[in-house]
């Protein structure tokens, strides 16, 4: 008997099927919606920490960003590329580069983060705020969930 016809098992009963499918939907239109300002949803844990804290090492970006060093290595390469960030050698470490947000990355910065905003609007038009509230709630209680046994 395959998977398909095992009685008892509907993938769609479960919320993590929902959760699942809403995200992909959610980051097909992020993207759809960020790639005409050369940006990505991976590089925007990047553009927010330098926005924040101004120039830091590849290092602290992939520590802030949860990544590996090669994985954001290679997000700073594409980020470089298309004009986001730009590299300077580091005061004290000539080994090191410090990374910044270059001028076309701060002016549209917030058109990036506009673009998220209504998708979000999208994502939840017609939720009352008490709704909102509810949902964020129990989406965070999700993640405390899965946090510890990921070792996040």
Known sequence: MS???APGWDPEAAPTFWINHASRLLMRHFEQRLRPLDFGMACLPVVV?????GPLLQKQLAENARVEQPTMAA????????????????????????ISLSAKGRERL????????????????????RERATFMA???RVVANLEPASGD
Request: hydrophobic share 35%.
């Open 3 to 5: 998977a398909k016809t």
């Open 110 to 129: 917030p058109q990036a983060k506009e673009q998220l905003t209504e998708v979000a609007e999208q994502a939840t038009a017609g939720f009352s705020e």
């Open 49 to 53: 920490a330098l926005e924040e804290h």
């Open 75 to 98: 997000l700073l390469t594409r980020m470089e590329r298309d004009g986001l960030i730009e590299r300077e050698p580091h005061p004290d470490d000539k080994r090191a580069s410090q």
């Open 138 to 140: 129990l989406l965070r």
